[in-house]
Structures are given as C-alpha cells and as structure tokens.
RNA sequence: GCGGUUGUGGUGAAGUUGGUCAACACUCUGGAUUGUGGCUCCAGCAUUCGCGAGUUCGAGUCUCGUCAAUCGCCCCA
C-alpha cells in the first residue's frame, strides 16, 4: 500500500517541536506589543494578480508560487511572501484614513513557495514580519531592524550580523540602472548566463553573482552611491546615525539589493554567521517601499518593513543551544491499585478544575509501571487509589522530592495538593 | 531547474567478495517483586532492510526507476 508522508518541502510540527514554535511566537508577539504593533491576518491565498505585478521580474514571482485555479474563478495563488497581501489590505480598507500614522501591523503564519527544499528552506514555511506605512522617515527604518534585532538577542542568538545597504529614491536607482548597464554593455560576454539574463530584467542583481564576484568589469563597475541624488544620501546617513544611537552593529554591503525590485532606500537583511545555518542563512530582511501602496490603488505613501523566517530563527536556535522549553513537570499523577472503578478520573477531574495539571492511570497496570509514569511526567505528588482506601472513603498522597507519604480523606485532597506544591513555589 | 551524498526497528546504529537465524546499545513491554517505583537480573520487541521493478539458484548488499532527506548551484525568508 501506500506510504503516507508528508508532501515534498512540508513538515509536521510534533509536540516537542511545538512547545519551541509556541516560546518563539510567544517572544515575538511580546516585542510586538512593546512597539506598538499590532496583528493583521490576511487569506492565505488571494487573486494571483497580488503577487505578479506588473515590472516584476524576480523569479519568485515569475516561477515559484502555488498558482491555482478552480470551477473556471481567476486564477489564485498561495501566499509567498507578507507583505502584497498586507498593502492589498491596507488600501482595501483605506487604512491610509487612519488618523494615526503611520499604520503598524504584524503577521506570523505560512508561506508557500515552490522550491528545492534545503535546510532552512521549504515549501510552506512560517514568516513573521512587520510593515510600518504611512509615514517616511529614517527613524522609522532604523526602528524597525531595532524590533527585528531584538528578537533575534531576545532568543539569545549571538551570532548575526546586520547587513545594510541603499537603494536610494526612484530617481536615483534608475540613474543607476542606466549607469550599470552601460558599464557592463562591453562586458556582456565575459558575463555567466544568469548575469546576462540579470542584466536584461535586474541589473541591480548584477552586483551580488557570486559566479562573476572576482571578474574585473565587476570590481570596476560604478557604485550605486555616485547615482545617488543628496537626498538619497541624507536619508541613508540618517538611518545609519540612528543605528549607532540605538548601539545596533552594522555593515553596509554594497552588493545587497535583494530580490524583490518594488524597494527604494533603505534594504537590509541580518544574517547568521553560524556554520549551522549553511547557505539560507538570512534571518530576516526587507526594506523600505516608495511606491507599493500607489500600486495598489493608493495614495503616494511610504512603508517599510521585513519578513523573518521563523524556521530558520528556530534552527539557529538550537544551533546555538538557546535553551529551549521542555515539557512542564506534572502536578500530581492518580495511580489505581486494584478494582477502584471511576474513583481516579473523579480525582483527576477535581485536581484539574484546581488548576493542576494531573494525570491518572486509566488501564490496570503494576504499581511499578504506574510509578515509572510517574518519574516520566516528573511528576511531583503521587495520588494513590487503593481498594482497602476506597472504602474507608481515604487517599494516599504521596510527596515524590520527599519520600513521604500521607492518607487523607477525598475532601482533603485539593488542600493537601496545595500545602505540598504551593509550598514549593 | 542542475549536480553530489544518503535512506536498515520507537531512537542511535553494525551488516564483510551478494550465501541460512538482520549485530550491539538505548527506549519500551512483561516478569523476579498482583499495594509502593527509580538499582540489579531474566525474557520479549524489524515475516524485513524508503518504495517498485530487474539481474541471480540466492539481494540489506549489484542495476534501473521512484519517493524523501541532506549538501552545493539557482533563487530567496
């Protein structure tokens, strides 16, 4: 028969993994809160229009999305990234008539693309990010890798680094698009095939081939800083001045101009430099858009924000060995010594409603296994239910640290589990 | 989309030039010890080696296909 199995890039998140899912969603929203961010859920697919844009020309939007399309509707695609959807919504809403600018909104859930799975890389995949619109300042941009940066220490990652660059305004990068295709116009064939392509769609991407990193033409090729206007150059010397306030590392990195083209100004990406994370070792990044939310139907207004991939926080995580939550100890385990009937789920029932966190021994077992249980859970009482008990209407309870052992009435069993574990605490 | 490596029980893994019983360790289950465990001892736990074909008297071991994981390229979170 068939073996049954997770489809190719997907996984399945068992407790154990869960709980660490859980510490990491439960850090995240913590900061979130503490900036003011608030939470927006979009559709996991929306009209494949949102993502394919006209101009675009990376190839996640070109070839890697779950596109789809049923009973004859539009064609949809599965969500690849945060942020189209969130700006569709932002103007969808007219969110833009907030009277309190800019608009912060967070999002954490699944992303799909279609790819060659790797390490810190699947098909659906987790991605928190932040997209702060509305209002247009380097304050902003240096705020935001700050909240980025703090999850990241928050976890108790040591070894990232963030990478900074400028794209400059609209005007200034297609100064320089101009300027580097003619820089490289002589050098076409010196050029990989994928640089001859880059070349045509996106020669911005140009720049960080690692094929043709070492070929003269390369290192001669003009700097995106000599296009940029003063402006530009203002903006970015601020956003850089506000990271040396907050204390936050950089390095700025000339090649980084990343994949998606709708960016101007400010990009950043902040990566591992742990041996762990291999190649997909960008933690989070994003930048800042000029022009996203005219595109979609809205006024001319400024955002910025990033996307971070949560798999890949959790892998560098226990790269690093970030101690990570374990099961909680038990409170109290019931364990059933002969024919007791019902008698240990009334008890767990009643322990429970107190707010305890109980277990009881449902199939008639041997007091060894039931005690091996009970050093599985790290359980810290031990109810014990015995027949000749039962009768006189008494329960044995059990201090596992201690050793001791005392029988009590039913009625005096929540108070007892109150003397033991609340003195502990 | 391209190239490399890997795939044996719940886990970690041995498996020699293809030749009966698929080592060993941990975990787990039961017993010694039907009502008080964590130590010890004993016993049990893979009709089967990712899946499917093929070669062979015989395949975990060879061939092909397929699925998956992983590393690198591409791309990117």
Not at 34 to 45: D, K, L, Q
Not at 305 to 328: D, S
């Amino acid at each position: 028969m068939a073996n049954y199995q997770t489809p190719r890039g997907t996984q399945d998140i068992l407790p154990s993994q869960s709980r660490k899912w859980l510490q990491i969603e439960t850090l995240i929203r913590s900061v979130c809160d503490v900036y003011g961010y608030e939470e927006i859920r979009t559709p996991m697919f929306e009209d494949t229009k949102v993502f394919k844009r006209e101009n675009d020309s990376s190839d996640m939007v070109n070839k890697e999305m779950y596109t789809f399309s049923v009973h004859g509707e539009d064609s949809m695609t599965l969500r690849p990234e945060g942020t189209a959807g969130i700006i569709r919504s932002f103007v969808q809403h007219k969110m833009y008539g907030n009277a309190d600018l800019p608009v912060k909104l967070y999002y954490m859930g699944e992303m799909f693309r279609y790819e060659r799975p790797q390490k810190g890389r699947y098909r659906q995949f987790n991605q928190f990010g932040i997209e702060n619109i509305g209002v247009k300042s380097p304050m902003i941009d240096a705020e935001i890798i700050a909240l980025g940066y703090s999850i990241v220490k928050g976890l108790g990652l040591q070894s990232v680094k963030v990478l900074i660059n400028t794209l400059g305004d609209e005007q200034s990068r297609s100064t320089y698009r101009e300027v580097l295709k003619d820089h490289f116009k002589d050098h076409l064939p010196e050029l990989c095939e994928d640089c001859k392509r880059r070349y045509e769609i996106n020669p911005l991407r140009l720049l960080d081939c690692k094929v043709d990193h070492d070929l003269e033409c390369m290192k001669t090729a003009p700097s995106l800083e000599q296009s940029l206007n003063e402006e530009s150059k203002e903006y970015f010397r601020q956003v850089l001045g506000a990271l040396d306030a907050l204390e936050i590392p950089y390095e700025i990195d000339a090649r980084l101009v990343r994949g998606l083209d709708y960016y101007t100004h400010t990009v950043f990406e902040v990566v591992s430099t742990h041996p762990e994370s291999g190649t997909q070792a960008t933690v989070f990044g994003g930048g800042r858009y000029d022009n996203l939310v005219e595109y979609f139907g809205g006024p001319q207004m400024s955002g910025v924000g990033f996307g971070m991939g949560l798999e890949r926080l959790l892998i560098l995580a226990e790269a690093e060995q970030v101690p990570l939550e374990e099961r909680p100890a038990l409170d109290a385990y019931v364990m059933a010594l002969g024919n007791v009937g019902s008698k240990p789920l009334e008890l767990a029932t009643e322990i429970r409603a107190a707010g305890y966190r109980c277990e009881f021994n449902a199939v008639p077992r041997s007091l060894k296994a039931q005690f091996k249980s009970v050093d599985r859970f790290r359980t810290k009482v031990a109810v014990i239910v015995g027949e000749t008990e039962l009768q006189q209407g008494m329960v044995n309870i059990k201090d596992i640290k201690n050793q001791t052992q005392i029988t009590v009435p039913f009625e005096q069993v929540i108070d007892t589990l109150d003397r033991i574990l609340g003195g502990e605490e």
